[in-house]
């Protein structure tokens, strides 16, 4: 069975620090993992792809890949309220050239100005 | 602006109805899907299809159908046998649907509520 799961949260930070989002994920030949951004009552917004083993950085977005542990995580350094939203952790866990994403039950975060 | 749009944004169905959400997208994309989303839910795969006049189920496809007439098209009929349609509805492409490195865009949804 494939599965992504997440910490549902919620997450609360203070403006500033750092937030940790985690995920796990079933399938151990996954190639591509996603993590989305989702603001309540909207659609989920692509912030960060990753698909090769250590850190992948963009802003102040870093994501995190472990495939033998088949773990990927995303930090979010100098969180502001505006980080404030559902992230939902995808994996493309397709086969034979057809792609198909799973989606984690993503983690609510909260930034307190 | 290229992207994918999901109309209505609202929609209300009556018992016994078929009601039918429509997705174009203007990105020349191949591959199509449709999510479905619950309150503190993940993201559900209803149908994908990766080329015209060809589609696939996903993990809940019953009670409801597709079609992929046109490239730009994939609409979704939720049909009266899909007793719990409430949800959030989210349309998706990504650009071949095939390599492992792909990555997909939604567009904004449409929220279905039961009158």
């Known amino acids: 069975q494939k599965e992504v799961e997440q910490n549902s949260g919620p997450l609360s930070v203070p403006e500033g620090a750092i937030a940790s989002l985690n995920c796990t994920y079933s399938?151990?030949?996954?190639?591509?993992f996603f993590w989305y951004r989702q603001y309540s009552g909207k659609s989920p917004e692509l912030i960060m792809s990753?698909?090769?083993?250590g850190d992948k950085e963009d802003g102040r977005f870093t994501a995190q890949l472990n495939k033998a542990s088949q773990y990927v995580s995303l930090l979010i350094r100098d969180s502001q309220p505006s980080d404030s939203a559902t992230y939902l952790c995808a994996v493309n866990m397709g086969r034979l050239k057809v792609a198909q994403f799973y989606f984690g039950t993503g983690t609510s975060l909260t930034v307190i100005p | 602006d290229g992207g994918i749009t999901q109309s209505p944004k609202y929609l209300f169905r009556k018992e016994g109805q078929n009601v039918t959400l429509s997705c174009e997208q203007n990105l020349n994309h191949d591959a199509m899907y449709w999510y479905r989303q619950d309150p503190g839910q993940g993201l559900r795969l209803i149908y994908y299809?990766?080329?015209?006049?060809?589609?696939q189920k996903g993990d809940i496809a019953e009670g409801y159908s597709v079609s992929r007439e046109k490239k730009e098209s994939f609409p979704l009929t939720v049909t009266s046998a899909q007793k719990n349609p409430t949800a959030f509805y989210l349309c998706?492409?990504?650009?071949?649907?095939?390599?492992?490195?792909?990555?997909?865009?939604f567009g904004s949804g449409t929220q279905l509520s039961v009158l």
């Open positions: 399938d151990r030949v996954s190639q591509s």
């Open positions: 299809s990766q080329i015209v006049n060809d589609f």
């Open positions: 998706a492409s990504t650009v071949q649907g095939r390599a492992t490195n792909e990555k997909l865009f």
């Open positions: 990753i698909y090769s083993n």
